[in-house]
T-cell receptor
Framework: LAKTTQPISMDSYEGQEVNITCSHN???????ITWYQQFPSQGPRFIIQ???TKVTNEVASLFIPADRKSSTLSLPRVSLSDTAVYYC????????????FGKGTTLSVSS | NAGVTQTPKFRILKIGQSMTLQCTQD?????MYWYRQDPGMGLKLIYY???????DKGEVPNGYNVSRSTTEDFPLRLELAAPSQTSVYFC???????????FGQGTRLTVV
C-alpha cells in the first residue's frame, strides 16, 4: 500500500483558498487518489477522487502532477464550516485491499 | 436508503464484559470496514471484508472479532473488554475498491 504524508495542521482565514498537499512517492500504476473530510464526532465523508491531471467538483479541486507522486487538494474560499480533518488516501492497486487512513491534516479556519 | 447504520450509538462496558457492535448497510456494497478512532487521532483499521464469508485483519485486530455472513451485516465483537478499547468505532462500506466509502455515525464505547 502506498504511504501518504500530509501536514499535521494548517490554519486559514475565511475567504482564502487553502491547498493541502499529500505526498505518495510509491503510488502504484493502478492507484487512485481520494480525499475525505471528517468533522468532529462524525465519520469521514468523500470529497473528491482522481487519477491524474485535475479534477473539480462543487466542493474542491484535486491537482495531480504527471509523476503522480503528490497531489494537492484545493478548497476555494473556505468558511468556518470547512474546519475539519482532511485525509488523503491512495489505492487500491488491486481488488481486496484495505482502506487505510493516515493521520490527516487538521484545517482550522478563523474569521 | 438508510446508508450505513451502526448500533448502539453509545455504550459503557465494564472491564471483562463482552459486546457486539452492529453495522448494517442497505446499498449492496461488497466491501465493509471497521475502524477505531481515539481522541485526536486518525482512524485505525480493525478488520475488513471484501464480501460475504471473507474477512481479513487490519492494522489493530487484537481483542476483536468479526463475521460477514450476509452482504448487509458486519458485526464487530469485543471479547473481554479492556480500558484500551475505549474509543469511537466507525463502520464503513463501499461498492468496489475505487468507489467512495460511506461511513456510519459511529459508536462511542467507554470501558471502565
Amino acid at each position: 500500500l502506498a504511504k501518504t504524508t500530509q501536514p499535521i495542521s494548517m490554519d486559514s482565514y475565511e475567504g482564502q483558498e487553502v491547498n493541502i498537499t499529500c505526498s505518495h512517492n510509491n503510488i502504484a500504476t493502478n492507484d487512485y487518489i481520494t480525499w475525505y473530510q471528517q468533522f468532529p464526532s462524525q465519520g469521514p465523508r468523500f470529497i473528491i477522487q482522481g487519477y491524474k491531471t485535475k479534477v473539480t467538483n462543487e466542493v474542491a479541486s484535486l491537482f495531480i502532477p504527471a509523476d503522480r507522486k503528490s497531489s494537492t487538494l484545493s478548497l476555494p474560499r473556505v468558511s468556518l464550516s470547512d474546519t475539519a480533518v482532511y485525509y488523503c488516501l491512495v489505492g487500491p492497486s488491486r481488488a481486496g485491499t484495505a482502506l487505510i487512513f493516515g493521520k490527516g491534516t487538521t484545517l482550522s479556519v478563523s474569521s | 436508503n438508510a446508508g450505513v447504520t451502526q448500533t448502539p450509538k453509545f455504550r459503557i462496558l465494564k472491564i471483562g464484559q463482552s459486546m457486539t457492535l452492529q453495522c448494517t448497510q442497505d446499498m449492496n456494497h461488497n466491501y465493509m470496514y471497521w475502524y477505531r478512532q481515539d481522541p485526536g487521532m486518525g482512524l485505525k483499521l480493525i478488520y475488513y471484508s471484501v464480501g460475504a464469508g471473507i474477512t481479513d485483519k487490519g492494522e489493530v485486530p487484537n481483542g476483536y472479532n468479526v463475521s460477514r455472513s450476509t452482504t448487509e451485516d458486519f458485526p464487530l465483537r469485543l471479547e473481554l473488554a479492556a480500558p484500551s478499547q475505549t474509543s469511537v468505532y466507525f463502520c464503513a462500506s463501499l461498492l468496489g475498491g475505487r468507489d467512495e466509502a460511506f461511513f456510519g455515525q459511529g459508536t462511542r464505547l467507554t470501558v471502565v
